[in-house]
């Protein structure tokens, strides 16, 4: 014999989330998501989503001594895309602002793009990435975290600083390259374009001007950062 039951209604905790309701993350779950992106930009293989920019014409065979040259100065590009993703990663995290959120991330998209072309080339040169690169990242985490804490104008204006840096950093390096190195000279140019862009985006979302203090600080730390990657 078959027994019927009146149905019972669904408590609210039983009932499955709205599609439409924003999934609430707890403070352990971003972090273990920070700790995920950072393990990936540090240690995992990146692909890019657009094609790596390529020289208009083929290029001769590069010296060896021009290989090294090229490397060193692509091991800092690279450094400086992993601190891009570290910066990108906690200025994210710390706005409440949906729109800014999303542009930041899109940025870090883009600068994903860097990642993955600065590894290709490295490759290609017979280099490898810096050995201080869990450093870099860290370090560059906690500054993010700082300009995210001091309020969206002020973390903007970090954006607009770190880029322009960035993009003045990398017109040096398209006249200290290897004149035969059109390959790495067309990857560091698409890279600058870029940069210069993220830098005018969030110029225009509101960012606020850096004092002069910090903005030199700002250069100190790059140049250390810079002369070490170099090396290491």
Same mark, same amino acid.
């Given at each position: 014999?078959?027994?019927?039951?009146?149905?019972?209604?669904?408590?609210?905790?039983? $009932?499955?989330?709205?599609?439409?309701?924003?999934?609430?993350?707890?403070?352990?779950?971003?972090?273990?998501?920070?700790?995920?992106?950072?393990?990936?930009?540090?240690?995992?293989?990146?692909?890019?989503?657009?094609?790596?920019?390529?020289?208009?014409?083929?290029?001769?065979?590069?010296?060896?001594?021009?290989?090294?040259?090229?490397? %060193?100065?692509?091991?800092?590009?690279?450094?400086?895309?992993?601190? %891009?993703?570290?910066?990108?990663?906690?200025? %994210?995290?710390?706005?409440?602002?949906?729109?800014?959120?999303?542009?930041?991330?899109?940025?870090?998209?883009?600068?994903?793009?860097?990642?993955?072309?600065?590894?290709?080339?490295?490759?290609? $040169?017979?280099?490898?990435?810096? $050995?201080?690169?869990?450093?870099?990242?860290?370090?560059?985490?906690?500054?993010?975290?700082?300009?995210?804490?001091?309020?969206?104008?002020?973390? $903007?204006?970090?954006?607009?600083?770190?880029?322009?840096?960035?993009?003045?950093?990398?017109?040096?390096?398209?006249?200290?390259?290897?004149?035969?190195?059109?390959?790495?000279?067309?990857?560091?140019?698409?890279?600058?374009?870029?940069?210069?862009?993220?830098?005018?985006?969030?110029?225009?979302?509101?960012?606020?001007?850096?004092?002069?203090?910090?903005?030199?600080?700002?250069?100190?730390?790059?140049?250390?950062?810079?002369?070490?990657?170099?090396?290491?």
């Amino acid at each position: 014999m078959n027994a019927s039951f009146p149905a019972q209604p669904l408590s609210s905790s039983a $009932l499955p989330p709205s599609p439409a309701s924003p999934i609430q993350l707890s403070s352990v779950d971003r972090c273990l998501m920070a700790l995920d992106e950072a393990l990936r930009t540090v240690w995992g293989d990146h692909a890019a989503a657009r094609p790596c920019p390529q020289p208009a014409h083929e290029q001769p065979p590069l010296s060896e001594a021009d290989k090294r040259a090229s490397a %060193a100065l692509m091991r800092v590009n690279h450094v400086g895309e992993v601190c %891009a993703q570290a910066l990108y990663a906690s200025q %994210a995290w710390g706005t409440r602002d949906p729109a800014l959120k999303a542009q930041l991330e899109e940025a870090a998209r883009e600068e994903t793009d860097h990642l993955a072309w600065t590894e290709q080339r490295l490759r290609e $040169l017979g280099g490898r990435t810096s $050995l201080l690169n869990p450093l870099w990242y860290a370090g560059a985490f906690g500054l993010g975290l700082l300009a995210g804490r001091a309020g969206d104008a002020v973390s $903007l204006g970090f954006v607009v600083e770190t880029e322009r840096q960035v993009s003045e950093h990398l017109d040096s390096h398209l006249v200290r390259l290897p004149s035969d190195d059109q390959a790495s000279r067309a990857i560091v140019l698409q890279m600058r374009n870029d940069e210069a862009a993220h830098a005018d985006a969030a110029q225009a979302a509101g960012g606020r001007p850096l004092p002069a203090p910090v903005r030199g600080l700002m250069r100190l730390a790059a140049r250390v950062m810079t002369l070490t990657a170099h090396r290491i």
